[in-house]
Nanobody
Framework: QVQLVESGGGLVQAGGSLRLSCVASGRIFRIDAMGWYRQVPGKQRELVATITSGGSTNYADSVKGRFTISRDSAKNTVYLQMNSLKPEDTAVYYC?????????WGQGTQVTVSS
């Protein structure tokens, strides 16, 4: 069984930084794209950033220049470095990955940015 487990969320003041991590575990023979999404109550889940197995990245316009996605393929881990955080970044952040040709989601980690 494949699992994605996020960590690193929390409460931070505006202008601060957080680093999210997501580790994939289980019977894994292939990991393609990995990414981060976020969701606030009453709104649809939205893409934050993705990274392919080759290292190509894609970002939502709202986070470009502030967030950086990276991955350590040897550790089956994807990271999201979030700098210059704003109150509007407050959300539950979900890890997403295509593993063994299937899509998996993590359980989510809360990020709260106070003004």
């Amino acid at each position: 069984q494949v699992q994605l487990v996020e960590s690193g969320g929390g409460l931070v003041q505006a202008g601060g930084s957080l680093r999210l991590s997501c580790v994939a575990s289980g019977r894994i023979f292939r990991i393609d794209a990995m990414g981060w999404y976020r969701q606030v109550p009453g709104k649809q889940r939205e893409l934050v950033a993705t990274i392919t197995s080759g290292g190509s990245t894609n970002y939502a316009d709202s986070v470009k220049g502030r967030f950086t996605i990276s991955r350590d393929s040897a550790k089956n881990t994807v990271y999201l470095q979030m700098n210059s955080l704003k109150p509007e970044d407050t959300a539950v952040y979900y890890c997403n990955s295509n593993i063994n040709y299937r899509t998996y989601w993590g359980q989510g980690t809360q990020v709260t940015v106070s003004s």
